[in-house]
């Protein structure tokens, strides 16, 4: 008699309830070999593709990060955010966040196109945007991680959701938490994910009235931020500046150390540490005392780990832009 014989359906459906309680719901079935055998070069092709992006423009690397973190606050990460407008629905790239500032569409567009070229028809563009943001991260110098695959894409965008989910610079600490407690994510995993805020540039719009107008602001770098963003609205608007002061192309701590010093770039960047509650973890990712390099790759999986389409819903997308 085989094991299997004896296994009763009871302690079958105990067993699975014990899964489901330790594992959720939200992404069982996501996997990190889910395209062991249907697909097994994806990880080494998404991982070449994103390398040489970011060895012909750094930057490219913190754009890329963005797309993810904009993808999965909106219904999940599906890859609607890399969706075009349609006659059925106004996407997501124009939606206020998205509009003029997101960037790297091409960039996926290309690797999906060469993964394509490997394995057609299997891997969705939402695990192109997840293989990319690590390998991303890592490119500029970040910790690794082993990244969940098995989403599916969905055949839908949102603008309202955009608009409405992904918090803007001009909110206040306990609106950026209430922003990220809406998708399931804590106040800590919400100041963590702003350290990606170590890299990449924002634009003068999003940071104006916060070096002209706010007191909780270093003199001196408010002055030099003044010099390449005027006061007029309007006028350079769309002006760059590194949203981390001395290293806006690696992977380090400085972000958090430039808050305590006073010299956040949006005033959602200072707002983490500007004698609130989250205070604290700010100081400890300043000084390395704990990892925010460690604490930052848990909760990119946490991240990807929201409300994926999986099993038979949404669909694979051929081309990351159009629904099939
Ligand atoms: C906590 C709330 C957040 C707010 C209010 C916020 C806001 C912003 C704004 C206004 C910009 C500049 C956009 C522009 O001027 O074009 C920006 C850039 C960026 N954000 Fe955030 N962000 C937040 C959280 C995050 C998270 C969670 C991530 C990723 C995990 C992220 C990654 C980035 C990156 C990498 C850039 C630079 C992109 C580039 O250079 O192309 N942000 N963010
Ligand atoms: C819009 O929806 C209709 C009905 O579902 C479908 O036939 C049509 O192909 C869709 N158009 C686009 C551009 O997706
Ligand atoms: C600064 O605040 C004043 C008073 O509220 C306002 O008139 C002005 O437009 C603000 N300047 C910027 C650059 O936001
Ligand atoms: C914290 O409060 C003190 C005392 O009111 C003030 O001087 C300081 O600028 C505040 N710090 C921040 C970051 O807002």
Same mark, same amino acid.
């Given at each position: 008699?085989?094991?299997?014989?004896?296994?009763?359906?009871?302690?079958?459906?105990?067993?699975?309830?014990?899964?489901?309680?330790?594992?959720?719901?939200?992404?069982?079935?996501?996997?990190?070999?889910?395209?062991?055998?249907?697909?097994?070069?994806?990880?080494?092709?998404?991982?070449?593709?994103?390398?040489?992006?970011?060895?012909?423009? @750094?930057?490219?690397?913190?754009?890329?990060?963005?797309?993810?973190?904009?993808?999965?606050?909106?219904?999940?990460?599906?890859?609607?955010?890399?969706?075009?407008?349609?006659?059925?629905?106004?996407?997501?790239?124009?939606?206020?966040?998205?509009?003029?500032?997101?960037?790297?569409?091409?960039?996926?567009?290309?690797?999906?196109?060469?993964?394509?070229?490997?394995?057609?028809?299997?891997?969705?563009?939402?695990?192109?945007?997840?293989?990319?943001?690590?390998?991303?991260?890592? *490119?500029?110098?970040?910790?690794?991680?082993?990244? @969940?695959?098995?989403?599916?894409?969905?055949?839908?965008?949102?603008?309202?959701?955009?608009?409405?989910?992904?918090?803007?610079?001009?909110?206040?600490?306990?609106?950026?938490?209430?922003?990220?407690?809406?998708?399931?994510?804590?106040?800590?995993?919400?100041?963590?994910?702003?350290?990606?805020?170590?890299?990449?540039?924002?634009?003068?719009?999003?940071?104006?009235?916060?070096?002209?107008?706010?007191?909780?602001?270093?003199?001196?770098?408010?002055?030099?931020?003044?010099?390449?963003?005027?006061?007029?609205?309007?006028?350079?608007?769309?002006?760059?500046?590194?949203?981390?002061?001395?290293?806006?192309?690696?992977?380090?701590?400085?972000?958090?150390?430039?808050?305590?010093?006073?010299?956040?770039?949006?005033?959602?960047?200072?707002?983490?540490?500007?004698?609130?509650?989250?205070?604290?973890?700010?100081?400890?990712?300043?000084?390395?005392?704990?990892?925010? *390099?460690?604490?930052?790759?848990?909760?990119?999986?946490?991240?990807?780990?929201?409300?994926?389409?999986?099993?038979?819903?949404?669909?694979?997308?051929?081309?990351?832009? @159009?629904?099939?």
């Amino acid at each position: 008699m085989t094991a299997a014989a004896t296994t009763t359906p009871m302690a079958i459906v105990s067993f699975s309830l014990l899964l489901l309680l330790l594992f959720g719901t939200s992404s069982a079935q996501l996997s990190t070999n889910f395209y062991s055998s249907s697909c097994p070069n994806v990880f080494s092709t998404v991982k070449s593709a994103v390398q040489s992006a970011v060895a012909s423009e @750094k930057r490219m690397g913190a754009s890329l990060v963005r797309l993810f973190y904009h993808d999965c606050f909106v219904n999940g990460c599906d890859g609607s955010v890399l969706l075009d407008d349609t006659a059925n629905f106004t996407g997501e790239k124009n939606a206020a966040p998205n509009k003029n500032s997101a960037r790297g569409f091409g960039v996926i567009d290309n690797i999906k196109s060469q993964v394509e070229k490997v394995c057609p028809g299997v891997v969705s563009c939402a695990d192109i945007l997840a293989i990319t943001a690590r390998d991303s991260t890592v *490119a500029l110098g970040g910790p690794s991680w082993a990244v @969940k695959v098995g989403r599916r894409d969905a055949r839908t965008a949102s603008l309202s959701g955009a608009n409405n989910n992904i918090p803007p610079p001009t909110f206040s600490l306990s609106s950026l938490i209430s922003s990220f407690q809406a998708q399931g994510l804590s106040a800590k995993d919400m100041v963590t994910l702003s350290g990606a805020h170590t890299f990449g540039q924002a634009q003068c719009t999003n940071f104006r009235a916060r070096i002209y107008n706010e007191t909780n602001i270093e003199a001196s770098f408010a002055t030099t931020r003044r010099a390449n963003c005027p006061s007029t609205q309007g006028s350079g608007d769309n002006n760059l500046a590194p949203l981390d002061l001395q290293t806006p192309t690696t992977f380090d701590n400085r972000y958090y150390a430039n808050l305590v010093s006073l010299k956040g770039l949006l005033h959602s960047d200072q707002q983490l540490f500007s004698n609130g509650s989250t205070d604290s973890q700010v100081r400890s990712y300043a000084s390395g005392a704990s990892s925010f *390099a460690s604490n930052f790759a848990a909760a990119m999986i946490k991240l990807g780990d929201l409300s994926p389409l999986t099993g038979s819903s949404g669909e694979i997308r051929k081309v990351c832009s @159009k629904i099939n």
